[in-house]
């Protein structure tokens, strides 16, 4: 199996087909990771660059752990420690990654768009870890494979993505994943955090919390972007934590097996309380360890099982 593309930049224009080969991928790497011996020869020789331009813990660390079990040798810039503080620009900087023999580059952005003028300037793989308010293609690949994993079958799934949906990358590449794989996608959260038109992204919106969990499959919990916003989208937090702040009662209005999710990092007591993040429900540990599964697989098919005709 192959993708029909050089780069994984985001999921709006993945195909369906495209994404259940990431999954089905994945499942074989979660294999790996479930031995004894946790590594592969797979990417011997090959070089891995995470070029981050905004702090990240677990997507950066996710993935390099990943290219460490297909035996890939790593390497990691940060904007604050390299020529960028120069006045590097980014097209230097990747042609310069380049030339030093990178066969993949990770990135991540603070600028929508960052990832695919990267991707127009070198024949490498690029791999979008976040570029702005834009997309987490990543993020919601493992989380579309953890629903699989527990669930048997993302089709027909009802998934609530509560929260900072106007400034949540997370949110955007979820809904594209979760619509083409056929799930019923909800909304929750106050009208100001929401999109401009919303309407046209094939979901249900609710400013209700309670009605808007009523008999779920899951609910994906997302934290305040406060660092992306430049105003008040909202009086406090304390009263955003009175109406869409996530409790055990809350929890029993969706389904009684539903999955309690969360991309990280975690402000417990604001969108979620701290017994429901630790809750039997709770598969926000698996996310963590569905990423290096999803990452694995990514890096193998972009740099060995991929096209890499442009």
Do not use: C
Request: proline content about 3%; aromatic content about 4%.
């Amino acid at each position: 199996m192959s993708l029909a593309t050089k780069d994984l930049l985001g999921l709006e224009n993945l195909t369906q087909e495209n994404i259940e080969i990431i999954l089905d991928n994945a499942k074989s790497m979660k294999e790996v990771l479930g031995r004894s011996i946790k590594k592969v020869p797979t990417l011997r020789g090959k070089l891995v660059v995470n070029l981050f331009y905004e702090p990240s813990t677990r997507t950066k660390s996710s993935f390099s752990l990943a290219a460490k079990r297909l035996s890939a040798d790593g390497m990691s810039l940060s904007a604050k420690r390299s020529s960028v503080v120069k006045g590097e620009s980014l097209v230097d900087t990747a042609r310069t990654l380049r030339a030093l023999g990178a066969d993949a580059v990770v990135m991540r952005h603070g600028v929508p768009g960052a990832a695919k003028l990267l991707a127009e300037t070198i024949d490498i793989p690029v791999l979008n870890a976040g570029d702005g308010a834009h997309e987490h293609p990543t993020q919601a690949l493992l989380d579309l494979f953890t629903i699989q994993e527990r669930k048997k079958n993302i089709a027909g799934q009802k998934v609530a993505i509560v929260g900072d949906i106007k400034h949540s990358r997370v949110a955007r590449s979820n809904i594209w994943g979760l619509n083409k794989l056929g799930a019923e996608v909800r909304l929750i959260g106050p009208s100001t955090l929401m999109p401009e038109q919303i309407e046209d992204l094939d979901v249900e919106v609710y400013s209700d919390l309670e009605a808007g969990l009523k008999n779920v499959d899951v609910a994906y919990l997302l934290r305040i972007q406060r660092e992306r916003q430049d105003k008040g989208f909202f009086p406090t937090i304390k009263e955003y934590t009175k109406f869409y702040g996530v409790r055990e009662k809350h929890l029993k209005l969706a389904k009684e097996d539903a999955l309690i999710m969360h991309p990280g990092p975690i402000n417990r007591g604001i969108e979620i309380s701290s017994q429901l993040a630790y809750d039997e429900q709770s598969v926000i540990e698996d996310q963590v360890s569905n990423g290096v599964a999803i990452r694995m697989a990514l890096l193998y098919l972009l740099i060995e099982g991929g096209n890499q005709d442009e």
